[in-house]
């Protein structure tokens, strides 16, 4: 699994040699806020905010896949956080944040993450309308199973990861009836009923239909590709269904 966002900003800013979320960093980001001041200090610790998240997010290959070159990956990366925080800058002010250094570094890694979104053909993952036809059945089965020692381009697992975290907080507390869902769309009914023992079978369909319908409005929402939905799948069955079995 990928690394913590909150590990990211830590070691993100060890590495542009900042022992703690700078306030001096705060300053001279609140400075170019109010008066678009870009001292040389703050680009260069940007810099290396952004370098380090993309070794860490993407990994060397995948920089190179998307970019070209590190240099670029790093321009790029630089430029539009930059300008996305002087278009932003009066509603980033009256918020008065307290860390804007945090926001700063999340601001990079969701670049980032919109970067391998965007540099790479995507063939978006759809379900139809009505939860209980046939075609739809059909496609969760395809999707869900994937063929063994199939080839995973490592971009979508990045995505997967981070998508995966999102569906977890999108169904917390309700794990039990998700892992139902995919439990008796992947493996049969037997091992779902670990999850649903005590529904009618009635109660369970309709179950199901919820759940397709929240599922499919998270896939539409967040432009996710069939394979990333796949791996999403697959991290969620292993990091909570079987944890909970």
Request: aromatic letters at 10%; charged letters at 35%; a positive charge.
């Amino acid at each position: 699994m990928g690394r913590s966002s909150s590990w990211r900003l830590a070691s993100s800013i060890c590495k542009a040699g900042v022992k703690s979320v700078s306030k001096e960093l705060d300053h001279e980001i609140l400075r170019f806020l109010k008066d678009g001041n870009l001292t040389s200090s703050l680009e260069k610790r940007l810099r290396e905010i952004i370098s380090f998240n993309l070794a860490d997010i993407l990994g060397r290959q995948n920089v190179l896949k998307i970019f070209g070159n590190e240099k670029s990956a790093v321009d790029d990366v630089f430029q539009d956080v930059l300008s996305a925080f002087w278009e932003k800058r009066t509603e980033i002010l009256k918020r008065n944040l307290d860390n804007l250094t945090g926001y700063l570094v999340k601001s990079v890694e969701n670049k980032i993450y919109d970067y391998a979104r965007s540099r790479k053909w995507k063939k978006t993952f759809s379900l139809d309308s009505k939860t209980d036809s046939e075609s739809e059945e059909s496609t969760f089965l395809e999707v869900f199973h994937t063929e063994e020692g199939a080839q995973r381009d490592p971009l979508e697992r990045i995505l997967a990861e981070k998508n995966f975290e999102e569906l977890r907080n999108l169904f917390r507390n309700k794990e039990k009836d998700l892992c139902d869902f995919f439990y008796k769309k992947l493996f049969s009914d037997e091992r779902a009923d670990a999850f649903a023992s005590r529904k009618t079978m009635q109660a369970r369909y309709k179950s199901h239909e919820r759940l397709a319908k929240r599922i499919r409005d998270f896939v539409v929402k967040n432009g996710i590709t069939e394979e990333e939905f796949s791996m999403i799948v697959e991290i969620y069955v292993s990091e909570v269904c079987e944890k909970i079995r």
